[in-house]
Nanobody, 125 residues
Framework: QVQLVESGGGSVQAGGSLRLSCAAS????????MGWFRQAAGNAREGVAA????????SYADSVRGRFTISQDKAKNMLFLQMDSLKPEDTATYYC??????????????????WGQGTQVTVSS
């Protein structure tokens, strides 16, 4: 089992920045891929960014590319999402996820296995 705990959410004005963190513990495997999803009220959960933890390659959804940056600290089993130039439409609950089967498409982990509890991000205009 893998436990994921997000932190760093909050409220910010449009144009501002936030940095989300995800601490992974338990049976973390270096071959896992990890990523961030978000879910706005009334919407389906969508993948926004993902990283192949072994090679470090990253992938982003079109809606966040150029504004969000996913990164990792493998030594500390930490995952980050730097969010800049935030827009009101970025308002959502953000979830950290890990996938034992590493398959990524346009910022989305295709087969997430583990989930965090989520952290709220609110962007006001």
């Amino acid at each position: 089992q893998v436990q994921l705990v997000e932190s760093g959410g909050g409220s910010v004005q449009a144009g501002g920045s936030l940095r989300l963190s995800c601490a992974a513990s338990g049976d973390v495997d270096s071959r896992y891929c990890m990523g961030w999803f978000r879910q706005a009220a009334g919407n389906a959960r969508e993948g926004v960014a993902a990283i192949n933890t072994a090679g470090g390659s990253t992938s982003y959804a079109d809606s966040v590319r150029g504004r969000f940056t996913i990164s990792q600290d493998k030594a500390k089993n930490m995952l980050f999402l730097q969010m800049d130039s935030l827009k009101p439409e970025d308002t959502a609950t953000y979830y950290c996820a890990a996938a034992s089967l590493c398959s990524i498409r346009t910022g989305r982990l295709l087969y997430p296995t583990y989930w965090g509890q989520g952290t709220q991000v609110t962007v006001s205009s």
